[in-house]
C-alpha cells in the first residue's frame, strides 16, 4: 500500500507528485507519459512565473526531464474507478489490476467536451468509459463509440474485435483505424435515447446524406482523455461538474483530495500547480 | 487610477502581475526590484514543476528575466498603508505619494520574525513601521529600531538625523551604518511596555554588560521587509496573522484580495503562485 495515488499527470498532478516526494511519501501517479494533450497543444503560455513565454511543448519538455531527474514514473494503466474502503482506497485499472492507498489525490483535469444528453443517466445501461471493461457485454451488438482523441483509437479496435457493427464519431482529425465492421461518421452527438436501456444515438443537426438523423444501438462508448471525477469515484460532491473543495483541497471524502482544473476555473497551469502542492500538503498531513 | 495594485512582489505577486497582463488590465506592483528576500535565500527548490532543482538565485533570475520580457516594472516605494474608500482603494507610500486603484491583491508574505509582545497595542502610541511618516516626531527623542534586513539601513540613518539617540537592535549581520548617536545592541527584544505611550523596551534575557534589561525610550521603530497585511490595511480579517480567504481569494473588504504566504500555509512558491493567479483572475471578474 502506498501513501498517495494520485489520478492525473497534468501540471496539478506532477506538482502533487513533486511535493510528495519533497515530503518522502511514497505514491503512484496514473496519466501519460506524454502528461497532458491539453498543455501540449497550447501555443504560447504567457503567465507561468519563472518560464518566459514558453510553448506548450516546450513546457511538456521541461515537465519530463524534472519527473525524470526526480525518477517519477507516471502510470499508463487507465484508471476504471477509485473506491473508499474502510481504511484506505482501491484503484482499479481498465486492465483488471488493483493499486491500494492510504490517500488520494483527484488531478484528473476537466473534460473539455460536453457531456452527451442522457449519458449520466444510462451510465451502467448501455453507456460506457471503458473498453477493455465492458467491451464484452457487446459480442455481436452494434455499438456506437464516440472518441475525442486518437491515443484511444487502440481502443476502438478492441471494441470492434467484440461488436458486430461499430458507429465511429470521432472528435478528432486523421482517423487511422480501419475495419470492415467500423463506419466512420462525422457528425456531432446530441442525445442519448433510450428506456430501460439504450436504444439510440441521436445526432445534433439534421440527416445528411447517408448518415440518418438517429443511430439504433445497443451501446454507446464515451472514449476520452479524461473522465469525470463524480463518475471515477461514486459519493463524491460536484458542481456543475467540478469536485468541491476547501481551502486544503480537501473533498467531502475523508483522504480523498483534488487539485487542478477538476476543482473549477481559472484553468490555468499556475492555478493547477498551486493546488497540487497544497493537496500534497494536505495528504501529509492527513497521514499523521 | 489603475485597475489594481498589487502589493508585494513574491512569486504571489508575480503570478498575479502576469497574470493581470494577460487579461490586459492596468497595474501596479509594489515591491523589490530584487523581488523577494526569502527566494534568494533558498539553496534549491525541488518542487517547483518546469524547473528543476533551481537555486534561488536562479528561479529569482528567471522571474527577473520574464518580468523585464513583459515590461513590468517594480515599484520601489515602500508602501505605508492601503484604504479601502468608498469606489476603490488609495495606497499611500511611506515617502508621501498617493496612489489610487479599483482593486488591491496583498501579496506581502509572512513575517518570519515574529510581532514583539505590546507591539500591536502600541502601534499608533509609539510603535511604528514607517521612519519616513513618523521620524520626525521624534525629534531630539530616544528612539529604539529593531531592523530584520540591512537593505532597511538607509531608513536608519534618517531616523537617527531627527532623535537624539538612537538604540538599534539588528536582527541581520554585517551592520555598516555609523553615527555618532547610534548604538547597536545585540540582544533579542521582547516586551514593548509603557501606558498611555511606548515607555520600555525590553530584552529576552538576563542583562549582559553594559546592556540593561530594558531600555527607555519615546518610541520603536519596526523596520521588517513586510508589513503585517492587517496592519497595512485596517479592517481586514485576520487569524493568527493570516488574511481570511475564499477560494476565490477574496477577503472580507470588497475588492481586495490576497495570495501567497499572508494567506497562510503551506509557505510553498507552487502554492503562492496558484493563489497569485487565481486572485488576479477574480479582480477582472470584480472589475466586470
Redesign the interface.
Known sequence: MVDCIIVGSG?AG??AA??L??NRKTFLIFGSKSLSEKIEKAEKI?????????SGKE?IA??Q??LS??KIEVNEEKVAGVYALKEGFTLLTQGGEQYQSRAVILACGVESVKQIEGEESFVGRGVSYCATCDGFLYKDKTIAVVCTTKRLEHEIGYLADFAEKVYLIPMYKNVEIERENITVIRKMPAKIEGNLRVENLAFASAPAENIPEKLPVNGVFMLRESVSPAILMGGLQTENGHVI???DMSTNITGCFAAGDCT???Y?Y?????????AA?SVSEFLK
Chains 1, 2 share one sequence.
Do not use: C, M
Request: hydrophobic share 40%; proline share 5%.
Open positions: 501540471v506532477i506538482s513533486l511535493t516526494q519533497a504567457h503567465n507561468y512565473p519563472g518560464l518566459s513565454d514558453v513546457f521541461a515537465l526531464t524534472q531527474d526526480a473543495v476547501g481551502r473549477g476555473r481559472p490555468q499556475a492555478k493547477a500547480v498551486g493546488e497540487g502542492n497544497v500538503h
